[in-house]
């Protein structure tokens, strides 16, 4: 028996040799995949071409023109640590973790505002483990090459608002007919809310649902201190009686 069980350990402890020996190869061969795709991406659009595209757009605006409740807003909704984590938020991530396992589905990312710059920029939706791989090696140059306010700003104008609008001037224009300076705290917090799915979420295509997410944008500034109880309920009351 004693016997029995000495090649018993001795096959399990291989078996697990084995794993840990096959988890380590997928790991490098994953890394070299993604560094390859990043330096890909990177040779196709260097990041000061890709900046340069941006700026270029007529509707750009810098940050200092956009009503600092929309910044909060979009802070605490996507990331209300851009300024404290380097690009990967680990705290971030490791709450989303938590949250799809309590879910039982792939419900969080945790992905920060940085990340989402690299995605939409240089890479495809799909979600691969080698794009996430590249997405952190493009992440850190992003971050080396950009202060905080350039990524946010440059963020700002280049994610999708839903009807054909990809820069928050033209949404404020397309859906309110108003310059960004003349946005409204429930105006603001309505926009900053569609970039989370925004052919779903676009006004002209269901209000009710816009709302909603605006109630969601407003719990998370709650949350995360940029606003008060108080304030956000009264920013929802100020929805105007005509809304779409």
């Known amino acids: 028996m004693r016997k029995l069980m000495c090649k018993l350990m001795h096959w399990v402890k291989t078996c697990a040799a084995m794993a840990i020996a096959f988890a380590l190869l997928a790991a490098v061969l994953l890394t070299a995949g993604g560094y390859q795709t990043y330096q890909r ?16 757009q007529a509707s750009y605006i810098s940050l200092s023109q956009v009503p600092q409740i929309y910044k909060n807003a979009v802070l605490a909704v996507e990331d209300p640590r851009f300024y404290q984590h380097k690009g990967i938020d680990l705290l971030a991530i490791a709450e989303a973790v938590v949250r799809d396992i309590r879910e039982r589905r ?30 952190v090696f493009m992440v850190r140059e992003i971050e080396q090459h950009c202060t905080k306010d350039e990524i946010l700003e440059l963020y700002i104008n280049s994610i999708y608002y839903g009807n054909g609008y990809y820069t928050l001037a033209d949404a404020g224009a397309g859906y309110f007919g108003k310059a960004v300076a003349e946005l409204n705290a429930w105006e603001c917090t309505l926009l900053a809310g569609l970039p989370n799915a925004p052919s779903a979420y676009a006004p002209t295509k269901n209000p009710e649902l816009a709302r ?6 407003l719990d998370a500034m709650v949350k995360h201190k940029f606003l008060t109880a108080q304030q956000a309920k009264e920013i929802l009351q100020q929805c105007p009686e005509n809304f779409l």
């Open 106 to 135: 792939l419900a969080a990312g945790g992905s920060t505002i940085t990340q989402q710059l690299c995605k939409n920029q240089f890479f495809t939706q799909k979600k691969l483990f080698t794009r996430k791989i590249a997405e």
């Open 212 to 217: 909603k997410r605006q109630a969601q944008v």
């Open 41 to 56: 991406a990177l040779s196709e659009r260097p990041i000061a071409a890709v900046i340069r595209d941006i700026q270029a």
